[in-house]
Nanobody, 121 residues
Framework: QVQLVESGGGLVQPGGSLRLSCAAS????????MEWYRQAPGKQRELVAG???????YYADSVKGRFTISRDNAKNTVYLQMSSLKPEDTAVYYC???????????????WGQGTLVTVSS
């Protein structure tokens, strides 16, 4: 099994910054994709940013230029640096990882428990 643990959420004022972390552990052979999603109250979960094992990154239009995703493959950890935060960024942020477990485990598609980010004055 593979587990994801997110951290770094909290309360921040508009215009401020936060860095989220998501650490994967367990029977991991290779992580292909690590992504951040968010879900605001009353809204559907949406993709925020992603990072592939080949180094490609991608972002939702709403966060381009403000958020940066990065990975430390040696630590099986993905980060989301969030800057110029807006009240509409308020949401529970979830980490997702897709990859291959150590044999005899197969592929995994795992979610973290979420971390709350509140942007408010």
């Amino acid at each position: 099994q593979v587990q994801l643990v997110e951290s770094g959420g909290g309360l921040v004022q508009p215009g401020g910054s936060l860095r989220l972390s998501c650490a994967a552990s367990g029977s991991i052979f290779r992580i292909n994709t690590m992504e951040w999603y968010r879900q605001a109250p009353g809204k559907q979960r949406e993709l925020v940013a992603g990072s592939t094992s080949g180094g490609r990154t991608y972002y939702a239009d709403s966060v381009k230029g403000r958020f940066t995703i990065s990975r430390d493959n040696a630590k099986n950890t993905v980060y989301l640096q969030m800057s110029s935060l807006k009240p509409e960024d308020t949401a529970v942020y979830y980490c997702n990882a897709l990859g291959l477990g150590t044999p005899p485990s197969g592929t995994f598609d795992t979610w973290g428990q979420g971390t709350l980010v509140t942007v408010s004055s």
